[in-house]
């Protein structure tokens, strides 16, 4: 039997340009199974454009993004089916009501856990007859977040996630993170501005900058080499690498 690849997600060489502007510039990256990684950078960095390349959403121009030890640009619906993902701004068809949205999205899926959808639902006040056009931006970050945990993923990618939450929904937000990590075999990449959010959930952090990922590696030990907190760090090596 084969051994089961350690990385879920790898990037090996990937360059992403948008005309003459080079976003991703040779960037290498693995992302382990069972970890819970956060992703920083400075506006403009590039975290959204490397997510849609990992995701196979956007096609590099050069090197070759993999998940599951598929090239992302071609994966497979079996592989797809495994993987969550909320985008920054999550888009719906603005006359379906959110109970639609779901039912319409778990029909994509050949497992679907409607009882931890329900639960969720209850507990964060998605409504299920609201319309998507009438949501709130928060409204609507909860709801994309339910549909990406429904069928219970192997990866769950979130690009900015809590960005439009308030500060319980973005604690029950993270319990739900917590709690899904605490599984073991599961894998969670977001990326955040919000970085007291990564210390409460991640066990490592990535720092993108110039295109490349200059920082990888395990929170604690980052914290424990800079003697400051996240913020703090990811500052000081923003400012001198």
């Keep these: 039997m084969q051994a089961m690849d350690t990385n879920v997600m790898t990037a090996a060489g990937v360059v992403k340009r948008f005309g003459r ?18 992703l920083l950078g400075a506006n403009g960095a590039g975290k959204t454009t490397l997510i849609k390349c990992l995701l196979g959403l956007l096609r ?19 592989a797809k089916a495994r993987i969550g993902y909320v985008a920054q701004v999550p888009y719906a068809y603005p006359w379906m009501t959110v109970g639609q949205w779901i039912r319409y999205t778990a029909s994509f899926y050949p497992a679907w856990n409607d009882a931890l ?48 939450l308030d500060p319980a929904a973005r604690r029950d937000f993270l319990q739900v993170i917590v709690e899904l990590a605490g599984r073991g075999d599961r894998t969670v990449l977001f990326s955040t501005h919000i970085t007291s959010d990564l210390e409460r959930v991640a066990d490592r952090v990535a720092f993108l900058k110039g295109g490349r990922i200059v920082h990888f590696g395990l929170l604690d030990e980052l914290k424990d080499r800079m003697q400051l907190n996240l913020e703090d760090s990811f500052l000081e090596m923003h400012r001198h690498v």
């Design 117 to 164: 959808i329900d639960r969720l639902a209850r507990e964060w006040d998605v409504t299920m007859a609201d319309r998507i056009g009438q949501l709130s931006p928060g409204q609507m970050q909860r709801a994309a977040i339910l549909l990406a945990l429904g069928h219970e993923p192997e990866l769950l990618v979130l690009d900015e996630p809590a960005a439009s």
């Design 60 to 78: 590099p121009q050069a090197g070759e993004c993999r998940i599951f030890g598929e090239t992302s640009w071609t994966l497979s619906a079996e």
């Design 21 to 38: 502007k080079t976003v991703l510039d040779g960037l290498d990256w693995a992302v382990p199974r069972g970890s819970v990684v956060g």
